[in-house]
């Protein structure tokens, strides 16, 4: 059973910037055709997919973050990071790890079945 | 960006009440759709996947139903356990995008 935690610092100043980890166990980060995901969710708010990751080291990102954002990923740690520059207020947000399903589809997007509990990040001076 | 249009916000059926979340997308997106319920302070759950398939695990009360641009989902005989803020999802095209949430109270 993959299980994922993130880890990282919980608060920032403006202008910082945010690094997070997500480690992951039952599974490897570098085999397979999975993507691993960063998703965050503003205080009371919905879910915003930030970027995800391939195991061929292929990256997407959305692109209302994409000049701040870079994932990228520690085979050796079997861990995968995000990068999140020049950081606001407006970044503060529970951040969450999630991996996607392609045995659950037959397109070339799949859903997310595992998902980490998550690391709430504060944005404040 | 395909848009993911959720109604009701919010609801305050009875124990035993059948629920009805409705998801109406911006664009075409077939089938790629999931459900995921999230408690307070937990990570969202996978309860239903391309539609209408039922993750493992989950309760036969979770149903969903529909194709192309209009989805909905459905619990029947509502439990206690079933409180929870449900959200949708499109995984048709990136970005990919959610829902703003139906919360179910009682």
């Known amino acids: 059973q993959v299980q994922l935690q993130e880890s990282g610092p919980g608060l920032l100043k403006p202008s910082q910037t945010l690094s997070l980890t997500c480690s992951v166990s039952?599974?490897?980060?570098?085999?397979?055709?999975?993507?691993w995901n960063w998703i965050r969710q503003h205080p009371g708010k919905g879910l915003e997919w930030i970027g995800n990751?391939?195991?061929?080291?292929?990256?997407e990102y959305n692109p209302s973050l994409k000049s701040r954002v870079r994932i990228s990923e520690d085979t050796s740690k079997n861990q995968f990071s995000l990068i999140l520059t020049s950081v606001t207020a407006a970044d503060t947000a529970m951040y969450y790890c999630?991996?996607?399903?392609?045995?659950?589809?037959?397109?070339?997007?799949?859903?997310?079945?595992?998902w980490g509990p998550g690391i709430l990040v504060t944005v404040s001076s | 960006d395909i848009q993911m249009t959720q109604s009701p916000s919010s609801l305050s059926p009875s124990l035993g009440d059948t629920v009805t979340i409705t998801c109406q997308a911006s664009q075409d997106i077939r089938d790629y759709l999931s459900w995921f319920q999230q408690k307070p302070g937990k990570a969202p759950k996978l309860l239903i996947y391309?539609?209408?398939f039922l993750e493992t695990g989950v309760p036969s009360r979770f149903s969903g139903r529909g194709s192309g641009t209009d989805f909905t989902l459905i619990i029947t005989s509502l439990q206690p356990e079933d409180v929870a803020t449900y959200f949708c999802q499109q995984y048709s095209d990136l970005p990919l995008t959610f829902g703003q949430g139906t919360r179910v109270e009682i």
């Open positions: 039952g599974g490897s980060v570098n085999v397979g055709d999975y993507s």
């Open positions: 999630a991996r996607d399903a392609p045995y659950y589809g037959s397109g070339t997007l799949y859903p997310f079945d595992h």
């Open positions: 391309e539609a209408s």
């Open positions: 990751l391939y195991s061929n080291g292929r990256a």
